[in-house]
């Protein structure tokens, strides 16, 4: 069971490229989401998406779009990566019923140059 | 924003319970506490979540102040390996429920 799945790992990335970060999980869970979080700060929510088709702006939307195709997979591209958007990227996912807890995936690690 | 406030760090010596506040003053009815944990740059662990009563599990025990404005985390015995931050959360209720995260507590276990 590997639960939530972020690839790549690691990614460099020139000032201007486009990218796709993927995110899957296997739980079944209905919510998935993107967070980012710089050094020394806490977690910043991007996008989320309560069900496979829809999507909504978290607290940092600009510079992402972001892909709900299916359940499992949740998607998060940068069209023209900057060098504010270096920083570590979380997904996570959620069954929103019984007040289960929120899971996270181990992070994609991405630097802009 | 996030809903909650911490202090910014703490210090535990090893195998003394570790105290961890958060206020959370505005707070709705139907909206659950949750504590996470995130050691260096690791996805966050989650430890335990509650509405208003006390609850433990076989990480730590969460204690909920009867007006709900404040809560405490409680690492019974804490060992250096649970050297973290700490992040105390309210879910949003909407649409779809959010987990806003704010800067947390970085707890330091000392030997």
């Known amino acids: 069971n590997a639960g939530v799945t972020q690839t790549p790992k690691f990614q460099v990335l020139k000032t201007g490229q486009s990218m796709t970060l993927q995110c899957a999980q296997d739980?079944?869970?209905?919510?998935m989401y993107w967070y980012r979080q710089d050094p020394g700060m806490g977690l910043r929510l991007i996008y989320y998406s309560a069900s496979e088709g829809t999507t909504d702006k978290g607290e940092v939307p600009n510079g992402y779009n972001v892909s709900r195709l299916n359940k499992r997979e949740f998607s998060l591209r940068l069209e023209s990566a900057a060098p504010s958007q270096t920083s570590v990227y979380f997904c996570a996912t959620l069954l929103t019923e019984n007040n289960q807890p929120q899971h996270f995936g181990d992070g994609t690690r991405l630097s802009i140059l | 924003d996030a809903k909650t406030t911490q202090p910014t760090s703490m210090d535990c010596a090893e195998g003394r319970a570790a105290n961890l506040p958060c206020n959370h003053s505005t707070i709705s009815g139907n909206e659950y506490v949750y504590w996470y944990r995130q050691i260096h740059s690791q996805g966050p662990q989650y430890i335990i979540h509650?509405?208003?009563n006390n609850e433990t599990n076989e990480m730590a025990s969460l204690i909920i102040t009867e007006d709900r404005k404040s809560s405490t985390l409680i690492l019974p015995h804490a060992t250096l390996r649970d050297t973290a931050v700490y992040y105390c959360?309210?879910?949003?209720?909407?649409?779809?429920?959010?987990?806003?995260f704010g800067t947390g507590t970085r707890l330091q276990v000392f030997p």
């Open positions: 509650g509405l208003k």
């Open positions: 959360i309210v879910r949003v209720r909407g649409n779809t429920d959010k987990l806003i």
């Open positions: 739980m079944n869970h209905n919510s």
